[in-house]
């Protein structure tokens, strides 16, 4: 659910948007006070921000400003003067919206949800895209730790998912037995070299088509194990 700050010193005003939006499924929160509000506008885990502008203590462009030098979270500004909103603007406080008094509560209520719909998607394509390996069939998927064969997921252990990513990523590259098992197993790890060969066996079995002549992971008799491009 989102969470919303008012800041709004007009008790009427605060309530009336207080109640539309909670009707609306919100969580809402008020301030009366400009100082006290971007206080707990910054403490709070608020998901968007309605900020009167004229308020005692400290008022909305100060707020704003203030605000914006550590937060992104939408802020909708509300005005009693039609004059403020080229002030808002000028002044490049970073607010994304503005009302002016008096103002329908339902069309508040949709730009509060145009604005978190809109945030929710700017967040999202932060996130950057999953790292994937592909060779010959094998996908890898880092990030989900994911493995699939000709197109079909397989289960992968920990170890071997390690393994197996540690030994796609560095193709061509022999390993020792002794590098794989100080590579993927921490020093804490009960086991020997012996514990590579049974998981190598293992990620075979689930990716190669004849385990008897492996086209992914090579043996090099008596060095280790190859990646092969
Ligand atoms: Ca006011």
Redesign the pocket.
């Given at each position: 659910m989102s969470r919303i700050l008012i800041i709004?010193?007009?008790v009427s005003i605060a309530e009336l948007e207080k109640d539309y939006l909670e009707l609306s499924g919100f969580e809402v929160e008020l301030e009366a006070d400009g100082e006290k509000g971007l206080e707990r506008a910054l403490s709070g885990d608020f998901d968007l921000l309605i900020l009167?502008?004229?308020?005692p203590g400290m008022d909305g462009f100060e707020i704003c400003r203030r605000f914006r030098e550590t937060e992104n979270i939408p802020i909708i500004m509300i005005s009693?003067k039609k004059e403020d909103i080229d002030k808002i603007w000028g002044l490049g406080l970073g607010a994304d919206d503005y009302m002016t008094k008096p103002f329908s509560p339902s069309e508040m209520v949709a730009r509060v949800k145009a604005h978190l719909a809109r945030y929710d998607r700017l967040i999202g394509s932060n996130y950057p895209e999953n790292e994937i390996i592909e060779i010959r069939g094998l996908k890898i998927d880092k990030t989900a730790r994911r493995v699939w064969i000709n197109g079909e997921e397989k289960n992968f252990t920990t170890k071997e998912f390690d393994l197996l990513t540690f030994l796609a990523q560095n193709p061509n590259h022999v390993f020792t037995k002794e590098e794989l098992f100080s590579k993927i197993w921490d020093m804490e790890s009960i086991g020997d070299i012996a514990t590579v060969t049974v998981h190598i066996k293992k990620i075979r079995e689930k990716i190669e088509f004849n385990t008897a002549k492996p086209q992914y992971i090579e043996t090099i008799w008596g060095v280790g194990y190859r990646f092969k491009m």
């Open positions: 709004e010193d007009e009167d502008l004229m308020l009693a």
